[in-house]
């Protein structure tokens, strides 16, 4: 078996024992039978448990992904998942709150010390940045320039986190903003920061949603909707739409068309979620909307990413005695694998801007 895997890792050039920052070590040999038999789900959990370590974590994903060698191994895992998700609809109203207790209410101590004082949990715009801070901040206005807010809208912010969007929008622009999640512990903090603005955060499923605004976005939650809800998806924002208002769809995104997510990712991070194609936003949007503006920035989340790492290690002496070795151990692979994967390119950051009828006299992109 170990010849097998190192024929396997051969062609990312990733070497068993050799010295460069990519190179693995194996501590214990029942780690090949796991990865053959399971391919991503073995390779995580194998790591989580370990049995194999790599300087450079985010450089050994960025060779793996590069060249597919996750269609080599573990395909049993990956067809269940399919399949599963093309039978049932995960995401419904009850499905969906699972991703919130599973990922979002792990702790706000931890999204604290990794995401920052803004708290956002999505890629930042580094255009102009040098800092994690100021590409957040860049994204931030960005997303308000794209939907030409003006004081005294009324926005939509489907998926809020912990209001960031929401504080900044109300703060600098003036912004009446509703901001909804399915997350407790982000309803909690996030009124908390947004006490004293005009900023209303609810524990509530965009399909319950029946206002009018002038404007929506969403940052980071179509991950989660599923395509069995995309057109429903659309749809509800379509009605929540002012006839003249604009919709930014903040998405990661993915170069083939799946209904599931990597088995790993789906046990251990983003349960029932997908990373939606192209062809899929296109697809569910027809008829619904008018495509305006399509921005892929997906190499900034690999700086995102890294930057998320680097706080989540300076903060973890604060961290470890609520969370433990293991939950590091698979913290670190979650961040470095995601990283190596933007680096790659085999995923995306896409921003895009929908009208209901088209802009009258066409709609100005903004970078």
Request: aromatic letters at 12%; one cysteine or more; hydrophobic letters at 35%.
């Given at each position: 078996m170990k010849k097998a895997v190192e024929e396997i890792l051969g062609f990312a050039d990733v070497e068993i024992g050799g010295e460069r920052p990519w190179d693995i070590r194996v501590y214990d040999d029942r780690f090949y039978g796991r990865v053959l038999?399971?391919?991503?789900?073995?390779?995580?959990?194998?790591?989580?448990d370990g049995q194999w370590d790599c300087d450079k974590l985010d450089e050994f994903f960025n060779r793996v992904l590069r060249v597919k060698l996750e269609d080599r191994v573990g395909h049993g895992q990956r067809f269940f998942?399919?399949?599963?998700?093309?039978?049932?609809?995960?995401?419904?109203?009850?499905?969906?709150?699972?991703?919130?207790?599973?990922?979002?209410?792990?702790?706000?101590?931890?999204?604290?010390?990794?995401?920052?004082?803004?708290?956002?949990?999505t890629c930042g715009y580094w255009k102009d940045a040098s800092n994690l801070a100021d590409a957040q901040e860049s994204k931030l206005?960005?997303?308000?320039?794209?939907?030409?807010?003006?004081?005294?809208?009324?926005?939509l912010d489907v998926g809020c986190g912990w209001g960031s969007?929401?504080?900044?929008?109300a703060e600098k622009h003036g912004a009446e903003v509703?901001?909804?999640?399915i997350s407790e512990e982000q309803v909690k903090l996030g009124r908390e920061k947004c006490t004293g603005l005009p900023v209303d955060i609810r524990f509530q499923d965009y399909r319950d949603v029946y206002e009018k605004f002038d404007a929506v976005i969403s940052l980071g939650m179509f991950e989660h909707v599923g395509i069995k809800n995309y057109e429903t998806y659309m749809k509800k924002i379509s009605e929540c739409l002012d006839d003249?208002?604009?919709?930014?769809?903040?998405?990661?995104?993915?170069?083939?068309?799946?209904?599931?997510?990597?088995?790993?990712?789906?046990?251990?991070?983003?349960?029932?979620?997908?990373?939606?194609?192209?062809?899929?936003?296109?697809?569910?949007?027809?008829?619904?909307?008018?495509?305006?503006?399509?921005?892929?920035?997906?190499?900034?989340?690999?700086?995102?990413?890294?930057?998320?790492?680097?706080?989540?290690?300076?903060?973890?002496?604060?961290?470890?005695?609520?969370?433990?070795?293991?939950?590091?151990?698979?913290?670190?692979y979650y961040l470095l694998s995601c990283a190596?994967?933007?680096?790659?390119?085999?995923?995306?950051?896409?921003?895009?801007?929908?009208?209901?009828?088209?802009?009258?006299?066409?709609?100005?992109?903004?970078?």
């Open positions: 038999g399971q391919g991503s789900l073995g390779l995580g959990e194998s790591y989580m998942l399919s399949l599963r998700s093309k039978l049932l609809n995960l995401q419904n109203k009850v499905g969906a709150l699972k991703v919130g207790r599973h990922h979002y209410d792990i702790g706000n101590d931890l999204y604290s010390e990794m995401l920052g004082e803004r708290m956002v949990y206005e960005l997303v308000c320039r794209k939907i030409g807010l003006k004081s005294g809208m009324k926005v969007f929401a504080k900044y929008a509703v901001g909804i999640t003249k208002g604009l919709f930014l769809l903040h998405s990661i995104g993915g170069n083939r068309s799946v209904n599931s997510t990597d088995p790993w990712i789906e046990k251990y991070i983003f349960p029932n979620s997908m990373i939606p194609s192209a062809k899929q936003i296109a697809s569910s949007s027809e008829d619904v909307f008018v495509v305006e503006d399509w921005h892929n920035f997906g190499t900034d989340y690999d700086k995102t990413l890294m930057a998320w790492h680097e706080n989540f290690s300076k903060g973890w002496d604060r961290l470890k005695e609520n969370y433990g070795e293991r939950f590091k151990r698979m913290w670190d190596g994967s933007f680096r790659a390119r085999r995923n995306q950051l896409w921003q895009i801007v929908f009208s209901k009828g088209g802009v009258d006299g066409g709609y100005a992109s903004v970078r």
